[in-house]
T-cell receptor, first 117, second 112 residues
Framework: GAVVSQHPSRVICKSGTSVKIECRSL??????MFWYRQFPKQSLMLMAT?????????EQGVEKDKFLINHASLTLSTLTVTSAHPEDSSFYIC?????????????FGSGTRLTVV | QKEVEQNSGPLSVPEGAIASLNCTYS??????FFWYRQYSGKSPELIMF????GDKEDGRFTAQLNKASQYVSLLIRDSQPSDSATYLC????????????FGQGTTLQVKP
């Protein structure tokens, strides 16, 4: 089945530094990748949608200059949290799909637990 | 009104019983509907998806979709303690972005 590899699984960084999270689709071409954030005991909140070779589309309230998304190829998307602060500590999850037809499913990465100290 | 609504629970059922999880959505043009299971600290894993009215069965799981009522449900037969998790309903909306909108999730507790 479709597999999305997400790294790192956990990261602790100092306040003010930047952190990069990678998601790779291993056995299919991910035309679209989605980035979610999940705070404890809350649901997944969509941050942005990225299509290969295009600029990401951010959801309302998400700072595009703070959460940099790059989707340079059909198998790799990255999320960089710039100048991280403690309130950015969260569980970040990527999801990929091979198309926008209703018949295409979504595959999730294993998530990245970010802790900013 | 939230786009996708679920009762947060917790829903508690005894082992061996049927667990019924419900979800409503606001976008009448929504195309596909997904049920994910999420264990604490883990990423969601797909249980079932459905895009046609009616029932879809897969093992102990049955998804039910009623587009007229904008309602989708998940039935878990012969519930096991290992089914204890948060169940997320997700809807692919009518927008051409293909994005999934998630409900807040229902916590299921299956008691031995």
């Amino acid at each position: 089945g479709a597999v999305v590899s997400q790294h790192p699984s956990r990261v602790i960084c100092k306040s003010g530094t930047s952190v990069k999270i990678e998601c790779r689709s291993l056995d299919f071409q991910a035309t679209t990748m989605f980035w979610y954030r999940q705070f404890p005991k809350q649901s997944l909140m969509l941050m942005a949608t990225s299509n290969e070779g295009s600029k990401a589309t951010y959801e309302q309230g998400v700072e595009k200059d703070k959460f940099l998304i790059n989707h340079a190829s059909l198998t790799l998307s990255t999320l960089t949290v710039t100048s991280a602060h403690p309130e950015d500590s969260s569980f970040y999850i990527c999801s990929a799909t091979g198309g926008q037809s209703k018949y295409y499913g979504y595959t999730f990465g294993s998530g990245t637990r970010l802790t900013v100290v | 009104q939230k786009e996708v609504e679920q009762n947060s629970g917790p829903l508690s059922v005894p082992e061996g019983a049927i667990a019924s999880l419900n979800c409503t959505y606001s976008d009448r043009g929504s195309q596909s509907f997904f049920w994910y299971r999420q264990y604490s600290g883990k990423s969601p894993e797909l249980i079932m998806f459905i895009y046609s009215n009616g029932d879809k069965e897969d093992g102990r799981f049955t998804a039910q979709l009623n587009k007229a009522s904008q309602y989708v449900s998940l039935l878990i037969r012969d519930s096991q303690p290992s089914d204890s998790a948060t169940y997320l309903c997700a809807v692919k909306t009518s927008s051409n972005t293909g994005k999934l909108i998630f409900g807040q999730g229902t916590t299921l507790q299956v008691k031995p």
